[in-house]
């Protein structure tokens, strides 16, 4: 049975609305007003309301008093509770694609590597970011785990903000290349042990450098779009893995 035009039209502000939030035209805060999608997508209140509702299960939108829907802020706790759970998460994608992963996603694979190493070439932060996200997107695929895969997506949207800056960070370039490299080779030799250690070390160095990332916010701004970080901290504690690669 074909879906409803209104359940259509509420995907699609809905995608609308989460394309705006991860790139950064929506900031943490953003308020999303009911009317203004309504004029915006020339729709009545019930699927403007319908996408809110879908953006707020997926931890994207949040409700302030007297302010109503608003693009959600993850606390700095928040944050490293939840790249303490990406962190195993990613391994066992890696794992399970190194096991279970076909001939042409690995194919897929290995082009969204070259896809890396072009951007990489020409120090190009905003395509080696593009390329980055489609590597791990086919690992998710690979997995062949649909909930595995669903859950990562979901919590690398809600972690957007200061990965914005990640590739802007002195040599990390140059470091998660290498890094994904590693992890390429593990899973089309398909070991899974190694693909698992490598995409943690991989998730591990990348957190640390979002802590530099977050530590250069100015105050009262933690978490929110960052701008080109300066200053460095220590890694995010709490986590054994998030500690075995500095």
Known sequence: MA?????????????????????????????????????????SRTPAREAILQLMSAGLVTTVPRQGAVVA??????YIAMLEILMEL????????????????RKQLQEAHGACQRAAAKDDPEAYGQANRLFHEII???????????QLRSMRLRMRHPQRALF?????????????QTILEAIVAGDEDAADRAMTGHISSGGNVYADAIASMPVGRALA?????????????GSRRATEKT
């Open 73 to 78: 802020t993850l606390s700095l706790p928040e």
């Open 225 to 237: 779009a960052p701008k080109k970080p300066e200053a460095q901290a220590a890694s995010p504690a």
């Open 140 to 150: 998710y695929d690979g997995s062949l785990n649909e909930v595995l895969a669903r």
């Open 3 to 43: 879906s409803s035009p209104r359940i259509n039209l509420s995907d699609k502000i809905r995608e609308a609305l989460e394309a705006e939030i991860v790139s950064g035209k929506l900031d943490a805060g953003s308020r999303i007003d009911e009317q203004e999608l309504m004029d915006r997508f020339a729709v």
């Open 90 to 105: 990613e391994g066992l994608a890696a794992r399970l694609a190194a096991r279970r992963m076909p001939a042409a996603q």
């Open 168 to 180: 802007d960070r002195p040599n990390r370039i140059r470091n998660s290349l290498a890094e994904h």
